[in-house]
Protein backbone atom coordinates (compact mmCIF):
# COMPACT_ATOMS: atom_id res chain seq x y z
CA UNK A 1 0.00 0.00 0.00
CA UNK A 2 1.87 3.39 -0.85
CA UNK A 3 1.51 6.26 1.55
CA UNK A 4 2.21 9.83 0.42
CA UNK A 5 4.01 12.23 1.75
CA UNK A 6 5.27 15.65 -0.30
CA UNK A 7 6.60 17.57 3.10
CA UNK A 8 9.34 18.15 2.65
CA UNK A 9 8.98 18.61 -0.96
CA UNK A 10 11.47 16.47 -3.35
CA UNK A 11 13.35 18.92 -5.48
CA UNK A 12 14.59 16.84 -8.12
CA UNK A 13 17.18 17.69 -10.91
CA UNK A 14 18.36 16.19 -14.27
CA UNK A 15 21.78 16.95 -16.14
CA UNK A 16 19.72 20.35 -17.30
CA UNK A 17 17.53 20.96 -15.41
CA UNK A 18 15.78 21.96 -11.80
CA UNK A 19 12.49 20.22 -10.61
CA UNK A 20 11.04 22.53 -8.22
CA UNK A 21 8.01 23.83 -6.14
CA UNK A 22 5.70 26.07 -8.60
CA UNK A 23 5.68 29.72 -7.13
CA UNK A 24 3.30 32.54 -7.64
CA UNK A 25 6.26 34.29 -9.72
CA UNK A 26 5.33 31.54 -12.28
CA UNK A 27 2.15 33.31 -12.80
CA UNK A 28 3.13 34.70 -16.75
CA UNK A 29 4.16 31.29 -17.92
CA UNK A 30 1.25 29.21 -16.01
CA UNK A 31 -0.39 31.60 -17.58
CA UNK A 32 1.04 30.53 -21.05
CA UNK A 33 0.28 26.68 -20.71
CA UNK A 34 -2.95 27.26 -19.41
CA UNK A 35 -4.33 29.36 -22.52
CA UNK A 36 -1.83 28.95 -25.44
CA UNK A 37 -3.69 27.67 -28.68
CA UNK A 38 -0.82 25.36 -29.25
CA UNK A 39 0.12 24.25 -26.40
CA UNK A 40 -3.54 23.38 -25.57
CA UNK A 41 -4.46 21.70 -28.79
CA UNK A 42 -4.75 18.40 -27.01
CA UNK A 43 -5.42 19.51 -23.15
CA UNK A 44 -8.56 19.11 -21.42
CA UNK A 45 -8.57 21.88 -19.36
CA UNK A 46 -10.10 24.70 -18.50
CA UNK A 47 -8.60 28.00 -20.65
CA UNK A 48 -6.85 30.37 -18.30
CA UNK A 49 -8.37 33.75 -18.73
CA UNK A 50 -6.20 35.60 -16.62
CA UNK A 51 -2.62 36.10 -14.40
CA UNK A 52 -5.52 35.90 -11.67
CA UNK A 53 -6.26 32.59 -12.76
CA UNK A 54 -3.45 31.46 -13.12
CA UNK A 55 -2.03 32.80 -9.32
CA UNK A 56 -5.51 30.54 -7.87
CA UNK A 57 -3.98 27.58 -10.33
CA UNK A 58 -0.81 27.77 -8.63
CA UNK A 59 -2.17 28.59 -5.32
CA UNK A 60 -4.37 25.15 -6.08
CA UNK A 61 -1.68 23.30 -6.93
CA UNK A 62 0.61 23.72 -3.46
CA UNK A 63 -2.47 22.89 -1.47
CA UNK A 64 -3.30 19.72 -2.96
CA UNK A 65 0.62 19.13 -2.66
CA UNK A 66 0.00 19.69 1.05
CA UNK A 67 -2.63 17.54 1.61
CA UNK A 68 -0.72 15.29 -0.30
CA UNK A 69 -3.27 15.25 -3.42
CA UNK A 70 -0.97 14.95 -6.37
CA UNK A 71 2.86 16.07 -6.68
CA UNK A 72 3.74 18.67 -8.92
CA UNK A 73 6.83 20.55 -10.36
CA UNK A 74 8.20 23.62 -12.17
CA UNK A 75 10.71 22.50 -14.36
CA UNK A 76 13.53 25.35 -15.08
CA UNK A 77 16.68 25.13 -16.34
CA UNK A 78 19.53 24.87 -13.71
CA UNK A 79 20.99 28.07 -12.52
CA UNK A 80 17.90 30.05 -14.36
CA UNK A 81 14.49 30.95 -12.13
CA UNK A 82 12.38 30.80 -14.90
CA UNK A 83 9.44 28.01 -15.42
CA UNK A 84 9.98 26.50 -18.54
CA UNK A 85 6.94 23.50 -17.90
CA UNK A 86 5.96 21.41 -15.22
CA UNK A 87 5.44 17.76 -14.38
CA UNK A 88 3.06 16.36 -12.49
CA UNK A 89 1.98 12.84 -10.89
CA UNK A 90 -1.70 12.74 -10.36
CA UNK A 91 -5.15 10.85 -10.08
CA UNK A 92 -3.63 8.74 -7.35
CA UNK A 93 -5.35 5.30 -6.42
CA UNK A 94 -3.95 3.82 -2.90
CA UNK A 95 -5.59 0.92 -3.50
CA UNK A 96 -4.08 0.37 -7.35
CA UNK A 97 -0.90 1.78 -6.06
CA UNK A 98 -1.47 3.86 -9.27
CA UNK A 99 -1.16 7.59 -10.56
CA UNK A 100 -1.64 9.02 -13.62
CA UNK A 101 1.93 11.82 -15.18
CA UNK A 102 1.03 14.83 -16.87
CA UNK A 103 3.55 17.28 -18.64
CA UNK A 104 3.98 20.29 -20.58
CA UNK A 105 6.06 22.84 -21.59
CA UNK A 106 6.46 26.39 -22.99
CA UNK A 107 6.35 26.11 -27.11
CA UNK A 108 9.98 27.22 -27.56
CA UNK A 109 11.66 25.02 -25.00
CA UNK A 110 10.20 21.65 -26.91
CA UNK A 111 11.65 19.23 -29.07
CA UNK A 112 15.16 19.92 -27.23
CA UNK A 113 14.90 16.71 -25.48
CA UNK A 114 13.71 18.40 -22.11
CA UNK A 115 10.85 15.88 -21.23
CA UNK A 116 13.32 12.77 -22.56
CA UNK A 117 15.61 14.13 -19.58
CA UNK A 118 12.43 14.63 -17.04
CA UNK A 119 10.47 12.01 -17.34
CA UNK A 120 12.68 9.26 -15.92
CA UNK A 121 13.83 11.18 -12.75
CA UNK A 122 10.09 11.08 -12.29
CA UNK A 123 9.14 7.50 -13.47
CA UNK A 124 12.23 6.64 -10.89
CA UNK A 125 10.20 9.04 -8.27
CA UNK A 126 7.32 7.12 -8.90
CA UNK A 127 8.05 3.42 -8.64
CA UNK A 128 11.01 4.04 -6.69
CA UNK A 129 10.13 6.12 -3.59
CA UNK A 130 5.96 6.59 -3.98
CA UNK A 131 6.48 2.72 -4.81
CA UNK A 132 4.00 2.74 -7.21
CA UNK A 133 2.92 -0.06 -9.53
CA UNK A 134 1.62 1.70 -12.37
CA UNK A 135 2.14 5.15 -13.77
CA UNK A 136 -0.30 5.69 -16.56
CA UNK A 137 -0.39 8.90 -19.32
CA UNK A 138 -3.84 9.89 -19.97
CA UNK A 139 -3.64 11.44 -24.40
CA UNK A 140 -5.89 12.54 -26.26
CA UNK A 141 -5.75 10.74 -29.74
CA UNK A 142 -3.64 12.58 -32.13
CA UNK A 143 -1.36 14.01 -30.01
CA UNK A 144 1.76 11.87 -31.86
CA UNK A 145 4.37 13.97 -29.84
CA UNK A 146 3.45 13.13 -25.82
CA UNK A 147 2.36 8.94 -27.50
CA UNK A 148 5.87 9.03 -28.91
CA UNK A 149 7.31 10.32 -25.82
CA UNK A 150 5.75 7.58 -23.44
CA UNK A 151 6.03 4.71 -25.90
CA UNK A 152 10.21 6.12 -26.13
CA UNK A 153 10.03 5.22 -21.68
CA UNK A 154 7.80 1.58 -22.09
CA UNK A 155 4.32 2.86 -22.06
CA UNK A 156 1.74 0.69 -23.62
CA UNK A 157 -1.62 1.35 -24.83
CA UNK A 158 -4.12 -0.02 -22.87
CA UNK A 159 -7.44 1.67 -23.33
CA UNK A 160 -9.65 3.46 -25.80
CA UNK A 161 -12.17 5.65 -23.90
CA UNK A 162 -13.69 7.74 -26.22
CA UNK A 163 -11.08 10.50 -27.60
CA UNK A 164 -8.70 9.92 -24.95
CA UNK A 165 -6.08 6.89 -24.78
CA UNK A 166 -4.64 5.66 -21.80
CA UNK A 167 -0.75 4.60 -22.05
CA UNK A 168 0.53 2.25 -19.14
CA UNK A 169 3.70 1.39 -17.78
CA UNK A 170 4.20 -1.03 -15.17
CA UNK A 171 6.63 -1.12 -12.35
CA UNK A 172 8.68 -4.81 -13.29
C1 LIG B 1 4.70 16.39 -25.42
C2 LIG B 1 5.85 17.27 -24.98
C3 LIG B 1 5.83 17.37 -23.46
C4 LIG B 1 7.20 16.65 -25.45
O1 LIG B 1 8.28 17.23 -24.74
P1 LIG B 1 9.65 17.62 -25.49
O2 LIG B 1 10.65 18.07 -24.46
O3 LIG B 1 9.36 18.54 -26.62
O4 LIG B 1 10.11 16.18 -26.06
P2 LIG B 1 11.62 15.77 -26.35
O5 LIG B 1 12.26 16.82 -27.19
O6 LIG B 1 12.30 15.40 -25.09
O7 LIG B 1 11.41 14.47 -27.25
C5 LIG B 1 11.23 13.24 -26.60
C6 LIG B 1 10.41 12.35 -27.47
O8 LIG B 1 9.11 12.88 -27.60
C7 LIG B 1 8.64 12.60 -28.89
N1 LIG B 1 8.50 13.87 -29.59
C8 LIG B 1 8.90 15.09 -29.18
N2 LIG B 1 8.62 16.02 -30.11
C9 LIG B 1 8.03 15.36 -31.13
C10 LIG B 1 7.49 15.76 -32.40
N3 LIG B 1 7.51 17.03 -32.79
N4 LIG B 1 6.92 14.80 -33.19
C11 LIG B 1 6.89 13.50 -32.81
N5 LIG B 1 7.40 13.05 -31.64
C12 LIG B 1 7.95 13.97 -30.81
C13 LIG B 1 9.69 11.73 -29.58
O9 LIG B 1 9.46 10.39 -29.25
C14 LIG B 1 10.91 12.24 -28.88
O10 LIG B 1 11.94 11.29 -28.92
P3 LIG B 1 13.04 11.36 -30.13
O11 LIG B 1 13.42 12.79 -30.24
O12 LIG B 1 14.15 10.45 -29.64
O13 LIG B 1 12.28 10.84 -31.31
C15 LIG B 1 5.74 18.70 -25.58
O14 LIG B 1 5.62 18.57 -26.97
C16 LIG B 1 4.53 19.50 -25.04
O15 LIG B 1 4.63 20.17 -24.00
N6 LIG B 1 3.36 19.46 -25.75
C17 LIG B 1 2.19 20.27 -25.38
C18 LIG B 1 1.49 19.76 -24.13
C19 LIG B 1 1.05 18.29 -24.26
O16 LIG B 1 0.48 17.88 -25.25
N7 LIG B 1 1.33 17.52 -23.18
C20 LIG B 1 0.99 16.13 -23.11
C21 LIG B 1 -0.33 15.86 -22.59
S1 LIG B 1 -0.70 14.14 -22.58
Redo the contacts with the bound molecule.
Keep these: MIELNFTPFPNLTTERCELRKLLLEDDQEIFITRSDKE?LR??DVPKAQSIEDARKFINKINTGIENNEWIYWAISLKGKPKCI?TICLWNFSIEHSAADI????LNE?????????VVPVILDYGFNTLSLQTID????TG????I??MK?FGFTFTEDIGDTLIYSLKND
Excluded at 102 to 105: A, I, K, P, R, T
Excluded at 109 to 117: A, D, F, L, T, V
Design positions: IYLGGFVLYQGKGIMREGEVANEKSNLK
